[in-house]
DNA sequence: CGTGTTATTGAAGTGTATCAAATTGCGTGG
DNA sequence: CCACGCAATTTGATACACTTCAATAACACG
């Protein structure tokens, strides 16, 4: 299934998502800690890294690949919350908030992950303060992001939140191709209905469909239609 | 407009949400800082503590009272996106992320706030490390309550989410008469809906309606209508 | 080169928004 | 304290964007 290496010999501070992870910050001790400690895992696409209800015992560090978060509800309707790429941290806030996950998450591509057991996490978070204010930054800045989400989600149409996801899920991950369906489990739709809009922004000229794949030929308009202004 | 007490005699440690705020484990100095430089505010209904696009200059700590945080769109759909009581902190997001604030902060009751300057929240959170690991707590529950709003906003019918808004605007905010144009901003939905989902919910049994006053009669009914159960 | 997953298309139904107009309830000032 | 005026609520009619279900086609992968 998935690999892992307890692989000491290769340090944090050379991993190309080091600076820009919550962790640049970290000296000598710190360091030595995150190395000791970290364990390297290597996931395909489509393999689980925790399931929503599982006991959060760790930060999920995301070396390279992509990883979404989401949740299913009982009637097999899904909802994508999250995407993470390199420099990410996933499943911290289960671990500062002391519940159980509320959400699943799946590599959708070769991913790298460094996983660091919590009581690592909170050592390290005890002896460097300014590590929690990162924490708190970068939550802040995802939660900013659900405000506006929820808004769109309540008030505006389909098609405005589908031109927005692409626009999202092409420019902050590159190398992933998005499915239909995953399209719409972020946007919050069916994948009839991204299906019937990505033909309708192709018919207008947005974007051009070749097989499977999507390329955004007129990225302005696209952000029109996403009325991206509020 | 809103009356504004330097009021030292006033200490943090007898307010009676205390107890339950972020910092109820502050010590001597700590707590020193924190009643030399709060600022008491009263606001009565309907008073803007500040709005969308401001700076965050500080923290504004319930004491008593009901807040509302909102945002309007550009068509004037207004999206209410968390309700905070006593003990509740807002504007520690925009402080940490360091941008402007996305949402306005409107009293909806006769409400007592102690605001904090910016630099003495940071000089706390310096002294204190463990207090930025209680925001973090608390951004994480309200985070986490973000994700459901989301799923529940994209994927269950309008219905289910008036009968939620109820229950989680009563039994959360007593003292507060909210009105449908309210509970609609909550649940993302129109007023008119709310108004014929009440009706519904009153044929049904439910709920009561006296004059613009609503008592759930019947809470287990209401809660199944909601479909808790995700 | 099959086989399962993903994408596509069609038809039908419906929940909810929208707009407009009437009514009620409430706080406020006279 | 009552009447007034305004804001909140109510009701009706209409429209349509989106979901749902089902069946077929295209693709990718081993």
């Known amino acids: 299934m998935t690999a892992i290496n307890k692989n000491l010999s290769n340090n944090c501070q050379d991993c190309k998502s080091f600076s820009i992870s919550v962790f640049c910050s970290l000296?000598?001790?710190?360091?030595?800690?995150?190395?000791?400690?970290?364990?390297?895992?290597?996931y395909k696409s489509g393999d689980v890294l925790?399931?929503?209800?599982?006991?959060?015992?760790?930060?999920?560090?995301?070396?390279?690949?992509?990883?979404?978060?989401?949740?299913?509800?009982?009637?097999?309707?899904?909802q994508m919350v999250q995407v993470y790429k390199n420099g990410d941290m996933i499943g911290y806030r289960s671990l500062f908030s002391d519940e159980t996950t509320l959400t699943s998450a799946v590599a959708v591509e070769?991913?790298?992950?460094?996983?660091?057991?919590?009581?690592a996490v909170f050592s390290l978070v005890k002896d460097n303060p300014d590590l929690s204010l990162k924490f708190l930054t970068r939550l802040s800045n995802d939660f900013r992001m659900m405000e506006?989400?929820?808004?769109?989600?309540?008030?505006?149409?389909?098609?405005?939140?589908?031109?927005?996801?692409l626009?999202?899920?092409?420019?902050?991950?590159?190398?992933?191709?998005?499915?239909?369906?995953?399209?719409?489990?972020?946007?919050?739709?069916?994948?009839?209905?991204?299906?019937r809009t990505l033909a309708d922004f192709e018919a207008e000229g947005l974007i051009e469909q070749k097989g499977r794949g999507i390329v955004i030929t007129n990225r302005l308009k696209l952000l029109e239609k996403a009325s991206i202004s509020i």
């Open 27 to 42: 000296h000598n001790e710190g360091l030595e800690t995150l190395n000791q400690q970290k364990i390297t895992h290597h």
């Open 50 to 78: 925790f399931h929503s209800g599982d006991t959060a015992n760790g930060l999920y560090c995301v070396v390279s690949g992509t990883v979404k978060l989401e949740r299913e509800d009982s009637q097999g309707k899904t």
């Open 110 to 119: 070769p991913t790298e992950i460094c996983f660091i057991p919590k009581k």
């Open 148 to 165: 506006i989400r929820l808004q769109r989600a309540n008030h505006q149409p389909a098609t405005e939140r589908i031109a927005e996801s």
């Open 167 to 195: 626009l999202f899920l092409r420019e902050n991950f590159e190398s992933k191709k998005w499915t239909r369906k995953e399209i719409a489990d972020w946007a919050g739709t069916t994948t009839e209905t991204v299906i």
